[in-house]
């Protein structure tokens, strides 16, 4: 009797293990300074979002690394995509013709291939700073659009493909 039990605990146990597997749940979230985060719950609709740092996060959602500078502090994301990026501080980056302004805090909605209700960026277009609003990546053209409102500017992945520094000057960045 107590081995039939065992046997009958064991499949059990074993079709559990597999169906998790099939499901593929997912790990809990960590910041980039690794503290748990207590939104995260499955959702099996979505990439792993288990990553220590949010730049290795960005290419399981079909952007480029580099979308982020290289002082990010912290960063959550919820299961519905809902995300918040903390910065050690404000700072400006300079993507070949395009100057970039990242406040202290980033937040938005991810999905793969999507950024919407986009806060915390602003990109210069003459003289005048626009703050980015949505972002789409398509790695089949490898491209970036970035769109300010109805307005909207491709650009190659390319030139994301590194992760920037920052500047706290704007004069160091501006040409």
């Known amino acids: 009797m107590a081995s039939s039990l065992l046997a009958l605990f064991s499949c059990l146990f074993l079709s559990l293990l597999s169906l998790s597997s099939s499901l593929n749940l997912r790990r809990p979230i960590f910041s980039q300074s690794n503290d748990l985060d207590l939104f995260s719950s499955l959702n099996l609709d979505r990439p792993s979002l288990a990553a220590d740092d949010i730049h290795d996060l960005l290419p399981r959602y079909g952007f480029p690394k580099g979308l982020l500078p290289n002082n990010v502090k912290s960063y959550t994301i919820s299961d519905d995509g809902d995300f918040t990026v903390d910065l050690i ?36 277009e003459a003289f005048l700073w626009l703050p980015i609003t949505a972002m789409e990546s398509d790695p089949s053209s490898a491209t970036v659009v970035f769109s300010v409102g109805f307005v909207s500017k491709t650009l190659p992945a390319s030139m994301f493909e590194n992760v920037p520094s920052c500047s706290r000057n704007l004069n160091l960045q501006d040409s």
């Open 89 to 124: 501080s404000s700072c400006y980056v300079k993507f070949s013709d395009q100057l970039v302004f990242y406040g202290k805090n980033i937040a938005g909605k991810l999905s793969y291939g999507s950024v919407k209700d986009v806060r915390g960026i602003q990109a210069k």
